[in-house]
């Protein structure tokens, strides 16, 4: 009995002197900001970097304020937080000087881009599904062509995540994606079940106009008709792109992976032509 109470006057103290530094949110809030402040930038930071700015660590006049203000500081004096990555949108204007509502006709390939890879990470998934389904049910290897397929499908999807901070969609996009999406899903859900000779083909040939595409993307951009902002830290960090890296070093990425996509795609189909099966041949792992 005499342990167990000098264990809780003990704990009781303890709690006592930390929580006034521990359990009140504005000096939590200047502890993490000074911190922050001090961590360096090196290597893959960058990303946490443009996370500190958006949180405050780096903006010195917001220090200020929040100095000024004390805990008493309102919420106008902190930075909008426009996005997760703390980038901030470019602001694009019409002839008469009034704003551009219209983000989807902002970068068209930008926006293009974007649209085009809610549709590009179908097959990979729709593809690994149904190999890692028959391999279940078969009890048999499928010689790494799940990986390959899944990794694809992961590929495009980052792609996407890369384009969301380039091009911010409307409700009306979305709603088209929903409904391209669900479609495109189920045709080539049935399409691979009755010919994935053919299925893979098919995605073959769409990688082939998404080299195009891209490949307009990089013209607009060298002929200075679409701005060559920065690299998003997410297509920094995911490429691992020099921190000085610009939108157009993020195109030249996304080409060579839509590049391996489609060779992957056509010898997977050439495969089902000879007769033979994925399995039989190796898949074309490690690029991602």
């Known amino acids: 009995m005499m342990m167990s109470r000098g264990y809780t006057r003990l704990a009781s103290s303890m709690f006592t002197m930390v929580s006034p530094r521990f359990f009140s949110t504005a000096a939590t809030r200047g502890v993490l900001s000074n911190d922050m402040v001090k ?24 220090e200020k304020k929040q100095a000024v203000g004390g805990r008493g500081g309102s919420a106008k004096d902190d930075k909008e937080i426009v996005s997760y990555w703390g980038l901030d949108p470019t602001k694009v204007s019409k002839e008469d000087g009034s704003p551009w509502k219209w983000t989807c006709f902002r970068r068209r390939y930008g926006c293009g881009a974007m649209m085009l890879e809610t549709v590009a990470a179908v097959p990979g998934m729709v593809g690994g599904m149904l190999l890692h389904c028959k391999s279940l049910r078969r009890f048999e290897h499928s010689g790494g062509w799940i990986k390959a397929l899944l990794e694809e499908a992961e590929n495009e999807r980052m792609h996407l995540m890369t384009f969301m901070e380039v091009s911010d969609p409307r409700w009306y996009e979305r709603a088209l994606v929903f409904s391209v999406q669900g479609v495109f899903f189920n045709a080539y859900f049935l399409g691979y079940i009755i010919s994935p000779k053919f299925a893979h083909r098919v995605v073959g040939y769409l990688e082939e106009e998404a080299i195009h595409s891209y490949t307009e993307f990089l013209k607009e951009l060298d002929n200075g008709n679409i701005e060559n902002v920065p690299a998003p830290p997410i297509a920094i960090d995911y490429w691992r792109l020099s921190p000085n890296s610009t939108l157009r070093d993020v195109v030249l990425a996304v080409r060579a992976d839509e590049a391996h996509h489609r060779d992957v795609n056509h010898f997977a189909s050439d495969i089902h032509y000879q007769g033979r099966q994925l399995k039989e041949a190796p898949a074309p792992l490690g690029y991602h």
């Open 39 to 62: 961590a360096p930038a090196v290597g893959l930071g960058v990303r946490c970097r443009s996370s500190m700015a958006a949180i405050g660590g780096g903006d010195k006049e917001q």
